[in-house]
């Protein structure tokens, strides 16, 4: 996938809730968990998680530290679409997952 085509899927740059919300949604599905279980292993009520994934509330730190400790999706990804710093295989993982919404 030609870098252009990287940028304007990641959304690069757009800091609107809405980019920032599906890159997030990616980021947990990259994970392979539902909403509940991914709420739970951070330690998050589900409905506070949903509310960081609709786009109502921002993301929380415990979810950006979890997303970068144990799965390797850089906040700078989440909240500002830069994926330039993620490994090749977790890119690869949100382009299928990016490409599908």
């Known amino acids: 996938m030609r870098f252009e085509e990287k940028e304007e899927l990641f959304q690069l740059g757009d800091i609107s809730r809405e980019a920032i919300a599906r890159r997030l949604r990616a980021g947990r599905m990259a994970t392979g968990l539902n909403q ?38 850089d906040f700078n990804y989440v909240l500002h679409g830069d994926f330039a710093q993620l490994p090749s ?12 919404f």
């Open 36 to 73: 509940q279980d991914f709420a739970k292993s951070v330690g998050l009520k589900k409905t506070t998680y949903s509310a960081q994934e609709n786009g109502d509330s921002s993301p929380s730190i415990p979810v950006m530290r979890a997303l970068y400790r144990e799965y390797r999706i």
């Open 89 to 100: 295989d977790v890119q690869d993982k949100l382009i299928e997952i990016l490409s599908s």
